[in-house]
């Protein structure tokens, strides 16, 4: 028997040791993710800078390569270029590659026997924080010709669908294993000897597994805009693994094997025997020390893995929005999954029927209750930080899918807060009685369960809504207020015409971001009234970069309002949109009005 205490005690402070093992060659992972976000500092989504040839160019001859630059660092695949003719047919190209080792540039070199004509370049790549963007650029030889066929961007809808499935599987089961271990293991001193509080945290370890699988998965298809069936595509897998997306998925399916290990161990049933008092201190000092710190460093590894390689590594104060995005988490997992566990092992009873009109409550659910009031104040100051950084303005809420989203989750978030305010007074109410918590009636119990099943409910939902969330683009990057400025017309323009004395031009530009936009313009009189002029033209012009200048259409919508519907903004910055007025036959003075565009 003796012998068998010491074999079972050297297995298990063996077991201890490999997973600290484990978690240490982890943090090495995580500390790669991390120098890599301070190495190449983001602003969320990656935004195409300038390319080479720049749209719309026509060359002499054709172009040995094409070269794309980008704000921030951008991974691809060798499917995330393409080159079209003008039949929309693709072009072998070159394995696309970085320039000069810079991760925010993409080369790719192209063929040399390219005939005349126009020809569209369609690229998507993976930006820091794991999100794609894609777009598309022409340039022609010789001389412009029919423009091919647009190139679908769009990622399947499928892909789309399976990859928020595997986020959310992996928020539930963060939760269930994170909440569920530490209520089992702190919380309920009967929890160890249980099995149903036991499966409830094995289901979580297999939820978050199967849900990073999930993701791990479905990114080669989604960053190369492919369907499912690209989840049995190698090289896809290979180019997923390779981004810093990929590197800490795996950190976190090798957390949560040392996790799983570590709870394995601390719930393992512990008989000591006289005979063995050696290997039963050892035993317990194990449990005491090591298990404890291995779960607790384990547990922040574990959410680290989601602020490492989301929206909290890029943007502004990277340094704060790691941590908060942490220990937001973190907080989220243990007060849902310790409330799925207290639900499920406490409040529900192991038969269809209570055999008693008293449920036995302590000292779980005081434990849980205090607990729960220090989650839920983790969760509130870090959620209004971290939405104050990814939103930015107020205007932004309820004009970017972001905003409405989040105003979603805030209202259930508001409602779990009602339900959980409720369940607090009980446990308070029913502590201040002579028999406490012990002597509750079935009938306040079965109150109690009904909120804590709302609460659980509610929970899932917001779980739901930030799986959607975390793929979304922040409103601070995606929205653009429009761009509404007037600035007085010069005095020489108001010499040669008398119409203009004192007048001003109002321009209004949206979306005021990279792509297509629609300028409107108003020259307006010294009392408010359109004034009109033989002819307005216009160009874009980058005061902070060597590009040259854009021309753009301008027509007449009506006397003294003109509309150019098809302005196209390559990239985000500063621009100026020019505008000369012609007032005579032989007078025209240019109005310059600045502008940023996202």
Known sequence: MTQMHY?????????????????????????????????????????????????????????????????????????????????????????????????????????????EGTYVL????????????????????????????????????????????????????????????????????????????????WSGFGVLTAGTVVVLLVQGPYAAGTSLAGVFDPDLLGAALSTRLGHALLARLVI????????????????????????????????????????????????????????????????LAVPATSLHLLAMALWLGGLITLAICVLIPTGRRETSKVITLEPALPRFSRLAQVCFAVVAATGVYLSWRQVGTWAAVGATDFGRLLLGKLAVVLAVVGLAAGARRFVRRRGREPLGLDAAPAAAVRWLRRSVVGEILLGVAVVSITAVLVNTAPARTSYAPPVHTTVPIPAAAAGSAA???????????????????????????????????PEISGQLESPDREVPALPITVTAAEPGHYVANSMSIPFPGVWVLRLDIRVSDFDETPVRVQFTAR
């Open 7 to 115: 074999a079972r005690h050297r297995w298990a402070r063996l077991v201890t040791r490999l997973a600290v093992v484990v978690l240490l060659a982890t943090g090495g992972l995580v500390t790669d993710l991390a120098s890599t976000a301070t190495t190449h500092p983001a602003y969320a989504h990656a935004y195409l800078l300038e390319t080479s040839p720049v749209d719309g160019e026509v060359l002499a001859s054709p172009p040995a390569e094409v070269r794309l630059r980008f704000d921030d660092a951008v991974s691809f695949n060798e499917r995330s270029i393409q080159l079209l003719d003008t039949n929309a047919k693709k072009l072998a190209i070159g394995t696309p590659g970085h320039l000069d080792g810079k991760a925010n540039t993409a080369r790719v070199s192209l063929p040399t026997d390219l005939t």
């Open 256 to 319: 949560v094997l040392a996790l799983g290990v570590a709870f394995g161990i601390a719930v393992r049933p512990n008989s000591p025997s006289p005979s063995a008092p050696a290997a039963t201190a050892g035993a317990g000092a194990t449990r005491r020390i090591v298990l404890p710190a291995v779960a607790a460093v384990g547990a922040v590894a574990l959410t680290l893995t989601w602020a490492l390689a989301d929206h909290a590594q890029t943007g502004v104060q990277t340094w």
């Open 499 to 533: 119409g203009l004395r004192d007048s001003s031009v109002e321009v209004k530009i949206e979306p005021a971001r990279s792509g297509s936009n629609v300028a409107d313009i108003y020259l307006t009189g010294p009392d408010g009234s359109l004034v009109a002029v």
């Open 122 to 201: 369609a690229w998507r790549v993976t930006s820091a924080d794991s999100h794609v963007v894609s777009g598309a650029f022409s340039f022609s030889i010789g001389h412009p010709s029919a423009t091919a066929a647009p190139v679908e961007q769009d990622a399947d809808r499928a892909v789309l669908v399976v990859d928020a499935v595997g986020r959310a599987l992996a928020f539930l089961g963060v939760a269930l294993a994170l909440g569920g271990a530490l209520f089992v293991a702190v919380l309920w001193p009967a929890g160890r000897t249980d099995r149903r509080g036991r499966r409830i945290v």
